[in-house]
């Protein structure tokens, strides 16, 4: 298992988890920044362990496949 076999441009679930990425950097900067109530922190703490899930299923998928 070699993690280089992550970066594979050509394949769709690679754009994807850049995506995600770039969705958890999102909300990490909405949790870091605004001042939620107890419904909004649950909404993106609940995103965010959502987005970490798929990002390391779909990472998992790249380095085996």
Do not use: C, E
């Given at each position: 298992?070699?993690?280089?076999?992550?970066?594979?441009?050509?394949?769709?679930?690679f754009?994807?988890?850049?995506?995600l990425?770039?969705?958890?950097?999102?909300?990490?900067?909405?949790a870091?920044?605004?001042?939620?109530?107890?419904?909004?922190?649950?909404?993106?703490?609940?995103?965010?362990?959502?987005?970490?899930?798929?990002?390391?299923?779909?990472?998992?998928?790249?380095?085996?496949?």
């Amino acid at each position: 298992m070699k993690f280089s076999r992550i970066y594979q441009p050509r394949n769709p679930i690679f754009w994807i988890l850049v995506a995600l990425n770039f969705a958890s950097l999102a909300l990490s900067h909405i949790a870091q920044t605004y001042d939620l109530n107890f419904m909004g922190t649950a909404i993106v703490m609940g995103l965010a362990i959502a987005n970490a899930l798929l990002s390391a299923l779909l990472a998992w998928r790249l380095v085996n496949s």
